[in-house]
């Protein structure tokens, strides 16, 4: 392993800007928020800084994956299934049997994010969209609190 | 999938609080800190920005999870246990047969969180709690690092 | 559970810091980086705040973990293995069979972290390094942005 540090940039923090994203999920999925965040950081008048994502729920989680292909994101479902699956005799049932998958699925993908904010822009990789993954079966409203902490364009 | 993004609110950057909060565990099991993180909160006299929480160990992590019903708790516990059992056939086995599970459900559920405050409070949801997870047999002494990054009050 | 808070230091919030770190992962192995981002914390002349690193990628992951016995990273991977198995039947394989699997283990682990720091220095507990793990099996160059928000030295 060897690693190479870039020069550093500096700049004055000046800004917290918070909002609240609603989304209404279609059930089991992975529906991508990218677009929403950059409008929120556009918005407002975001620069250099970093961008925090908060979910506020216990069975919906928030992700950052692979953008390209939906394939993926259908093998990331398949994949947390095999991890958590309904049929593992859980004690709390009494919200349906989707439930207690849909909490531990959330506990192992998190509620809490971050991604930094270059000159304006999320510095995402190439591949990386920002999704909110819901574990429940049904449709859902869920909220998501969006937070930017920097300079001010 | 369809969003919907509140109003920006903003304020300027004033106060970055920190101190650290030690927990005595019962051994594996989820311990709730919600209140301990709300008077950080309060006494640091943070308006709106960002709580950060960081657990020092490679053996107890952080979780926001559902605050209700205490089977949840259990069934996350059985979850993990699933995914990490100690008959794996580990090779780092000289602290006994529970530590390396830990480790890996350290790693799984992780040792770094935020939640937003607005108002002055923590932005959960209704059924969100902030939990340090246990995740050794035996009780021990963890130490989380609380920071508020944001305005004063 | 019992809890106690110590006393609360604050500051102001001067100083954003940002850099790149170029990394030449050795293919699937946890690559220590607690050094390099030691340096940046330094170079930045960060004092009291919260460094945040995020990976730009969907098949390697950052986690915080155990940096005295080697066994642990190779049990970590090892633990991996058996929650994401490159056999599991993944539909997205146009990459080679060690891809979707990448994906599923950059998922649990996360590419989103912070590290307090305190007085200039990371606030890690005594036994935790910062590793970039590579999930794809050949080596790969991946790049990670670390942010410091808090106070100059």
């Known amino acids: 392993m060897k690693g190479s540090l870039s020069p550093i940039t500096v700049c004055v923090p000046q800004l917290i800007a918070t909002a609240t994203l ?67 005799g859980w004690v709390h049932d009494t919200e349906g049997p989707d439930d207690m998958p849909a909490h531990v699925k959330t506990m192992l993908t998190g509620v809490s994010l971050h991604v930094p904010v270059i000159g304006g822009a999320l510095a995402l990789g190439t591949w990386q969209g920002i999704y909110i993954a819901e574990h429940r079966a049904q449709p859902h409203r869920r909220e998501i609190v969006l937070q930017f902490i920097g300079s001010r364009l």
Do not use: C, W, Y
């Open 22 to 88: 609603v989304i209404d999920t279609s059930g089991s999925s992975f529906a991508e928020i990218t677009r929403e965040v950059m409008r929120f950081v556009a918005e407002s008048r975001a620069k250099d800084g970093a961008l925090f994502l908060f979910a506020r729920h216990t069975s919906a989680s928030l992700v950052i994956q692979e953008n390209a292909d939906p394939d993926v994101r259908n093998d990331l479902a398949s994949g947390l299934d095999r991890l958590a699956p309904a049929s593992a």
